[in-house]
């Protein structure tokens, strides 16, 4: 079976990379990534001799037509990814995010070719803290970033594909996600590194916003259970009831680490910040049989700190550049 895992250098593509290749013996990987400030080589390097990487934009439609010819299945994980950077530019979140991925279904609906779009929790915009009920399949779009806009209208970009021109797809909405390979720039890997580095961990506004943490793993499998057993032309919710407040994200952080669970400053608010994603994944474990297996989330945070702990030479080159531009908008206000 011929892969095209597009964004497979990127954090969670990565890691969908690692994990087919070592349960998968009948998968050859074609990973397209544009290598983008998101990509890291080195997270490909232990597997280089085992997959084609090509360097290239998915929307660039020649590209992207001439690799579907020759595959089976896509698993498109490339995307602009971070909310803080879609409301310093958009720009390249619509080019990537929208017109990336109609090249793509251009190319699967030309070759007939399956295809598994990876989208987010944040289409159907955020929930009060104390909302009993959390995003399930029917729950209506109302994305509120940039950033979120675009993975929504892309969401529906696929629904139309395979009603219009019966393309093979289907549709997974993750929350949150974990784990080793991921951006210093997000929450979590940017306040373990910040730790790491001497550097105070930064919240933003009052802190009570909630999260639904996933380990990269559950959602990967999740992935690999809907390609296996979905239904064509479904949408299926990924989440592990692993809501957390982001306070408590980093006092945990900091006490995994042997620092005073007060040693972080409180920043400027993110404009527009969501308060709350919670995801009822039910349809995926009843319909599908699928289960997380990462469960405890403290013990996952350990493993993550650890594994930045003991890969310095894959984040150190980014920190200095990352955090400038933090500072460029960010300011400490308690
Ligand atoms: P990431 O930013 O770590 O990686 C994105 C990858 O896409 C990078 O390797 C980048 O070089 C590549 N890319 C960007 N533009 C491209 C283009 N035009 N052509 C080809 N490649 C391009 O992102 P991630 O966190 O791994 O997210 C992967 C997918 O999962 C995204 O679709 C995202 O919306 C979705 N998702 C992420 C999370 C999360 O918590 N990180 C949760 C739910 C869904
Ligand atoms: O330094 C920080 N301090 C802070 O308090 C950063 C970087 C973030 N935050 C807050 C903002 C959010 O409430 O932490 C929470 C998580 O922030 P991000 O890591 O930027 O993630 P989020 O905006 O929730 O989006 C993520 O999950 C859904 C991914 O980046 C998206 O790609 C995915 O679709």
């Given at each position: 079976?011929?892969?095209?895992?597009?964004?497979?250098?990127?954090?969670?593509?990565?890691?969908?990379?690692?994990?087919?290749?070592a349960t998968r013996p009948d998968?050859?990987?074609?990973?397209?990534?544009?290598?983008?400030?998101?990509?890291?080589?080195?997270?490909?390097?232990?597997?280089?001799?085992?997959?084609?990487?090509?360097?290239?934009?998915?929307?660039?439609?020649?590209?992207?037509?001439?690799?579907?010819?020759?595959?089976?299945?896509?698993?498109?994980?490339?995307?602009?990814?971070?909310?803080?950077?879609?409301?310093?530019?958009?720009?390249?979140?619509?080019?990537?995010?929208?017109?990336?991925?109609?090249?793509?279904?251009?190319?699967?609906?030309?070759?007939?070719?399956?295809?598994?779009?990876?989208?987010?929790?944040?289409?159907?915009?955020?929930?009060?803290?104390?909302?009993?009920?959390?995003?399930?399949?029917?729950?209506?779009?109302?994305?509120?970033?940039?950033?979120?806009?675009?993975?929504?209208?892309?969401?529906?970009?696929?629904?139309?594909?395979?009603?219009?021109?019966?393309?093979?797809?289907?549709?997974?909405?993750?929350?949150?996600?974990?784990?080793?390979?991921?951006?210093?720039?997000?929450?979590?890997?940017?306040?373990?590194?910040?730790?790491?580095?001497?550097?105070?961990?930064?919240?933003?506004?009052?802190?009570?916003?909630?999260?639904?943490?996933?380990?990269?793993?559950?959602?990967?499998?999740?992935?690999?259970?809907?390609?296996?057993?979905?239904?064509?032309?479904?949408?299926?919710?990924?989440?592990?009831?692993?809501?957390?407040?982001?306070?408590?994200?980093?006092?945990?952080?900091?006490?995994?680490?042997?620092?005073?669970?007060?040693?972080?400053?409180?920043?400027?608010?993110?404009?527009?910040?969501?308060?709350?994603?919670?995801?009822?994944?039910?349809?995926?474990?009843?319909?599908?049989?699928?289960?997380?297996?990462?469960?405890?989330?403290?013990?996952?945070?350990?493993?993550?700190?650890?594994?930045?702990?003991?890969?310095?030479?894959?984040?150190?080159?980014?920190?200095?550049?990352?955090?400038?531009?933090?500072?460029?908008?960010?300011k400490v206000v308690e």
């Amino acid at each position: 079976m011929r892969v095209m895992v597009t964004g497979g250098a990127g954090f969670i593509g990565a890691n969908f990379v690692h994990r087919t290749l070592a349960t998968r013996p009948d998968v050859h990987i074609v990973v397209l990534d544009k290598m983008t400030y998101a990509a890291n080589a080195q997270s490909l390097a232990p597997v280089a001799d085992r997959i084609e990487l090509v360097e290239g934009d998915i929307a660039d439609t020649a590209l992207v037509d001439s690799l579907a010819a020759n595959t089976d299945l896509v698993v498109h994980f490339a995307a602009e990814s971070h909310n803080d950077n879609s409301l310093a530019d958009p720009t390249s979140f619509v080019h990537t995010n929208l017109v990336g991925t109609f090249s793509l279904l251009e190319a699967v609906r030309t070759h007939g070719v399956r295809y598994h779009h990876i989208s987010t929790d944040e289409v159907y915009g955020d929930l009060e803290l104390d909302d009993p009920d959390r995003f399930t399949e029917t729950t209506a779009y109302n994305p509120s970033s940039p950033y979120s806009a675009t993975k929504a209208g892309s969401d529906l970009l696929v629904r139309a594909w395979v009603r219009s021109f019966g393309v093979q797809a289907t549709i997974s909405n993750c929350s949150n996600n974990y784990g080793p390979y991921q951006h210093i720039e997000k929450f979590i890997p940017r306040q373990i590194t910040n730790v790491l580095s001497g550097i105070r961990p930064k919240l933003y506004g009052h802190g009570k916003n909630v999260r639904d943490w996933i380990h990269v793993h559950d959602h990967n499998d999740a992935v690999w259970t809907i390609i296996d057993k979905g239904q064509i032309g479904e949408t299926y919710l990924i989440g592990a009831d692993g809501e957390a407040d982001n306070r408590t994200v980093i006092e945990t952080i900091l006490e995994l680490t042997g620092q005073p669970t007060d040693a972080f400053d409180f920043v400027t608010d993110r404009p527009g910040h969501d308060l709350r994603y919670a995801i009822d994944s039910t349809r995926l474990r009843t319909e599908l049989g699928w289960q997380p297996q990462f469960l405890d989330f403290r013990t996952g945070l350990a493993d993550t700190i650890d594994w930045y702990r003991n890969n310095q030479n894959w984040w150190q080159p980014l920190k200095a550049a990352t955090e400038n531009k933090y500072a460029t908008t960010e300011k400490v206000v308690e």
